[in-house]
C-alpha cells in the first residue's frame, strides 16, 4: 500500500506561479513512476506530468515549457512547479503513483485556481 498526501494548491493570478508536493508513505520503494493529473468541472481527469524512479519526464502538450516536475527518491516526494499559470490550469490536481498495472494510488487532490 502506498498513500499520498498533496500540498501546495491555491489561488494565483493569471501568470503567477505555484510549486505543488506529494509525499508518498508505505511501500514507496515499489513505486515505478510519480505523477499529476487534474480535474476540471464537467472534464475528465487528464494527465498533466509524469516521472520515472530514473528521472525520466513526460509532459501534456497544454503545460510544457510552464510545468516541471521533479522528484527526492530520498524524501519519497514528488514537486511540480507551475509557472506562467493560466485560467485553463484551473483544476484539481492530483498526486498519482503507480507500482504495477494493476496498483494504482491516487493522493486526496488540491485545488489550484487561476483568476484575476
Known amino acids: 500500500q502506498v498513500q499520498l498526501v498533496e500540498s501546495g494548491g491555491g489561488l494565483v493570478e493569471p501568470g503567477g506561479t505555484l510549486r505543488l508536493s506529494c509525499a508518498a508513505s508505505g511501500s514507496t520503494s515499489s513505486i515505478y513512476t510519480m505523477g499529476w493529473y487534474r480535474q476540471a468541472p464537467g472534464k475528465q481527469r487528464e494527465l498533466v506530468a509524469v516521472?520515472?524512479?530514473?528521472?525520466?519526464?513526460s509532459y501534456a502538450d497544454s503545460v510544457k515549457g510552464r510545468f516541471t516536475i521533479s522528484r527526492d527518491n530520498a524524501k519519497n516526494t514528488v514537486f511540480m512547479q507551475m509557472n506562467g499559470l493560466k485560467p485553463e490550469d484551473t483544476a484539481v490536481y492530483y498526486c498519482?503513483?503507480?507500482?504495477?498495472?494493476?496498483?494504482?494510488?491516487w493522493g486526496q487532490g488540491t485545488q489550484v485556481s487561476v483568476s484575476s
Open positions: 516521472i520515472t524512479s530514473g528521472g525520466r519526464t
Open positions: 498519482n503513483a503507480v507500482v504495477t498495472a494493476t496498483a494504482v494510488y
